[in-house]
Every structure is written in C-alpha cells, then in structure tokens.
C-alpha cells in the first residue's frame, strides 16, 4: 500500500485522519485512568457515562447527517472537530459526574456530526468509483493514528499524575483543532436544498437500508472478539500465555494498515460489497470455531489456533468495512449522502454499544458453545446482506441503480 494517496482530495482527507486519530488514541489509552484517578469518578459512573454517551450518539446520527447535506459536509466536519476540541479541553474541568455526562453527551453530537459529514465529503469529493479505496485508505490511517497515540498516551499513563493527564488531554484536543484546520482545505461541498415537500429523513423511512444498517451494526459486534472477548478467553480459558494477546492485536492492526486498500478491491459496487459482506461472516465464525477450539489443547496447540483464528477474524474484518462502505455509498442517493452515511453510522454505533454484553455473555458465560453461537450469528448476518441488497436496489428507481445485484 502506498503511505498516501496521490495529491487531491484523497490526500487532505487521509492526513486531516492521520491528524485526528493520533488524538483519539492518546484519549482512548488514557481516559479511564484520567476520569477515575484524577477526576475522581468511580468505574460504574465512567461506565454508565459512556453507555449514555454512546446512545446520544446513535440518536444523533442521521440528523447530523442531514445537518451535513443542508450546511455542506465541509462546514459541518470542520465545525464538529472544532466542537470536539474545545469539549475535550474542556475536560480539565470536569470534577463531578453530572459534569462528565454532559460534556460526554455534547461530544458524542460532535463527534456523530463529524461521522456524518465525512461520509457526505468523500461523497462530494472522490469520484464515484474510488470511494470505497478512499475509505479504505482512511481506515488504514486511523489503525496508523490511534497506535501511535497510544504509543505516545502511555508517556501519560506511566506518570500517572494529573499534570500528565492534563497535558495529555489539550494535546488530544490540538489534534482535533489541527485536523479542523487541514480539511478546511478541501474543496467545498455544495450545500443540498431541502425537499420542500415530503420527508426530512429519507434514510430513516427506507426500510431496505435500515435493514441493512441493522445487520451491519450487529455484524461489527465482532469488533469487541478482540478487543474485549479475545483477552478474557486467553487469560482464563486458555493454556496460551498472556502475552499472545499484545502479539494477535499487533498482528491485526498491522494487517489492517497493510491490507485494507487491497481487501477493498471489488467492493466499489453493489454486487461485489454484498459478496464481500457474506464471505466476511464466514469467515468471523470460523474465527469464532477456531478460538472456541483453543481452549481444549496445550499450550502449542492454543497459540496455533489462536493465530489462526485471528488471521481469519482479520481477514473477516477488512471484507466487512470494505462491504459497507460499498453499500452505504451505492445505495445513497447523491443529494443525501450525509443523511444515509449518518444512519449507515448509526448501526456501527449500535453494535458497539450491545457487543459488550452480547460477546461476554456468550464467549465468556457460556464458553465453547456460546463461541459456536456467535460463529452462526455472524455467519447469518452475512448470508442476510445479499438478499437485502437486493430488495434495496428493487426499491431504488432506475437511474439510482449502478447495475443489479446478483450473488
């Protein structure tokens, strides 16, 4: 893979990302010690604050997506890192939970409005058929970004003192401010008249990308197998040492970066993205029978078939993104991009709020079985994107349709 697209567009947009994601990770590592030893809040608070955030959300996301289409996408992300700047700032003033849950609450209307309108400035800016690689290259990116945040947050982490935090913090929040300040250089999106009759939210009244938008949040559940599910099993389940966790999450963020841009190949229309979206789910559960396996053999036999499996969860991963990014774009209508890329996000948002519970309970409560039902589930919801693609195309008037859907 290139290190960055040729100069345009493509360009500006993967280093505003590279830009932003380096804040992100610097906050991802480093937020739960800040909130809980500096500021003081217990884990149950910075739990439900999150929880509470993350639904805000959701809700937000398809309004913020519309905001991008009547505003200009351009405007709005610019605007929305600005807001998430000066909030994540602001979080030097946090000191009591009320404080948290509405800065938390105010950053997740930032940050869904940013979701929305970067999906409606690809839309406006990258040709048709190179959407899908650009997207690729951005998720490449922001593995790139957020590992070297985290690297960097662990200077924090390792001080463990609220002036490291602090620091930590206003650095996060310059990101964000620096990453505002490279997009305003992309070329401006037209802002997109309202309908002056009919419906506001169109995507929320198209049942086929709903449906979609449903089995795509509830695939990307799979997220949190390693993030989450993955280390647990390891460390209480298996004979495999502890430290073949840092090794797997290595390997999978490494393949990301290297391979997403090639794994995206195919996805651009609607016929290869839902191919994609089925071989993803089968692959993920095989990566679920092979980690349920793991836990049965000794030591060789469980680092084998842990590698292997996360080879396959990897390989599942980059046919997933690549797959949704093919079907949120192909099946928007170009006058509301921000609108369906906002409710494309709202799935993703979705899942990660239920993955928690769902892959717990299932991989960690009920062990080898649970692990085998979560390898049908997700084999399932790939099977189910086809079918669905094409009832959405069937529902899309002629000139709306790049070609039919047929897998």
């Not at 105010?106 to 990258?126: F, K, P, Q, S, V």
């Amino acid at each position: 893979m290139r290190l960055l697209p040729p100069p345009g567009p493509a360009r500006i947009l993967t280093l505003g990302t590279l830009v932003k994601t380096v804040g992100r990770g610097l906050w991802l590592v480093a937020s739960a010690l800040f909130l809980t030893r500096s500021v003081g809040l217990t884990a149950t608070q910075v739990g439900v604050g999150l929880t509470l955030s993350a639904l805000v959300g959701v809700l937000a996301s398809a309004p913020s997506g519309y905001l991008a289409d009547r505003v200009g996408p351009r405007a709005t992300q610019v605007g929305a890192l600005l807001a998430a700047g000066t909030l994540t700032a602001g979080l030097i003033a946090v000191r009591s939970f009320p404080a948290f849950l509405l800065v938390g609450a105010a950053t997740a209307l930032a940050d869904a409005a940013d979701r929305g309108a970067r999906g409606a400035l690809i839309a406006g800016t990258i040709p048709v058929d190179q959407r899908v690689h650009t997207r690729a290259y951005l998720r490449a990116t922001t593995n790139v970004g957020i590992s070297v945040g985290a690297v960097l947050g662990g200077f924090a982490i390792a001080a463990d003192t609220r002036t490291g935090y602090v620091a930590l913090i206003l650095t996060a929040a310059a990101a964000s401010l620096l990453a505002a300040a490279v997009l305003v250089r992309l070329p401006a999106v037209a802002a997109v008249t309202a309908p002056a009759h009919g419906p506001r939210l169109i995507a929320l009244r198209d049942r086929p990308f709903l449906a979609f938008t449903l089995l795509d949040g509830l695939m990307s559940m799979h997220f949190s197998l390693l993030t989450i599910a993955l280390p647990l099993w390891i460390a209480g389940h298996t004979r495999a040492p502890a430290w073949m966790i840092s090794v797997l999450t290595l390997v999978n963020t490494v393949l990301v970066v290297l391979l997403q841009v090639r794994a995206a190949r195919g996805a651009g229309t609607l016929t290869g993205a839902a191919r994609a979206a089925r071989r993803a789910g089968l692959a993920i559960a095989l990566a679920c029978v092979l980690f349920a396996a793991s836990g049965a053999l000794p030591v060789a036999g469980a680092v084998g078939l842990l590698a292997c499996g996360s080879l396959a969860h990897v390989t599942g991963e980059l046919w997933h993104s690549a797959a949704g990014w093919g079907i949120s774009f192909g099946l928007a209508p170009e006058h509301a991009q921000g609108q369906y890329q906002g409710t494309y996000g709202m799935g993703y948002e979705l899942g990660k709020m239920l993955a928690p519970v769902v892959v717990t309970t299932l991989a960690l409560g009920w062990g080898v079985p649970g692990w085998l039902l979560l390898g049908g589930l997700f084999l399932l919801l790939g099977a189910l994107v086809p079918p669905v693609v094409r009832w959405a195309t069937s529902t899309r008037p002629a000139p709306d349709v790049a070609e039919p859907v047929a897998v």
